[in-house]
T-cell receptor
Framework: GAVVSQHPSWVICKSGTSVKIECRSL??????MFWYRQFPKQSLMLMAT?????????EQGVEKDKFLINHASLTLSTLTVTSAHPEDSSFYIC??????????????FGQGTRLTVV | DAKTTQPNSMESNEEEPVHLPCNHS???????IHWYRQLPSQGPEYVIH???SNVNNRMASLAIAEDRKSSTLILHRATLRDAAVYYC??????????FGKGTKLSVKP
């Protein structure tokens, strides 16, 4: 079956540094990918929609200059958390669906990236 | 995006069937009903989805009410590995999935 892979699985960084998280669709092309954030004991919150070859669409309240999204190819989207602070510590998850009939296809999720900012 | 309502938690005994309810009274005619589950510290996993008719797959069954305002995910024989948070989601018009709080299913041996 289709697989979406995230890297790294976990990362610890110092406050003020930037961290890049990669999301790859391994056996299908994904013109659209989605980035979520999940705090402990809470549900997933959609952060942004990543569109191949164009700018990402951010949800209300998500800072686009802080969470940089690049979707340079049909199989790779990256999320860069810039100038990370402890409050950015969270579980980041990406998702992708096969192209075509997006409303009627299953979404595949990465295994998530646990970011800890110290 | 239309919202769903699920119980916060449910318990089941191992090898017994589990019926997880979901209310979606504001569902539109084109909204698919999706179910995903999430194990601790993992990304969500697809379970099943449907539009109007009941659906079956190797993991579960989805029973959709005739008026589509509610649905039930059925796990025919719960195992310990089925303990997870189950999310009932109506498919977004942009292809995104908006997660609610879900139902935390506990399975007792």
């Amino acid at each position: 079956g289709a697989v979406v892979s995230q890297h790294p699985s976990w990362v610890i960084c110092k406050s003020g540094t930037s961290v890049k998280i990669e999301c790859r669709s391994l056996d299908f092309q994904a013109t659209t990918m989605f980035w979520y954030r999940q705090f402990p004991k809470q549900s997933l919150m959609l952060m942004a929609t990543s569109n191949e070859g164009s700018k990402a669409t951010y949800e209300q309240g998500v800072e686009k200059d802080k969470f940089l999204i690049n979707h340079a190819s049909l199989t790779l989207s990256t999320l860069t958390v810039t100038s990370a602070h402890p409050e950015d510590s969270s579980f980041y998850i990406c998702s992708a669906r096969r192209g075509g009939g997006i409303l009627n296809t299953e979404a595949f999720f990465g295994q998530g990236t646990r970011l800890t900012v110290v | 995006d239309a919202k769903t309502t699920q119980p916060n938690s449910m318990e089941s005994n191992e090898e017994e069937p589990v019926h997880l309810p979901c209310n979606h009274s504001t569902i539109s005619g084109t909204d698919y009903i999706h179910w995903y589950r999430q194990l601790p510290s993992q990304g969500p996993e697809y379970v099943i989805h449907g539009l109007t008719s009941n659906v079956n797959n190797r993991m579960a069954s989805l029973a959709i009410a005739e008026d589509r305002k509610s649905s039930t995910l059925i796990l025919h024989r719960a195992t310990l590995r089925d303990a997870a948070v189950y999310y009932c989601i109506l498919g977004g018009s942009q292809g995104n999935l908006i997660f609610g709080k879900g139902t935390k299913l506990s399975v007792k041996p």
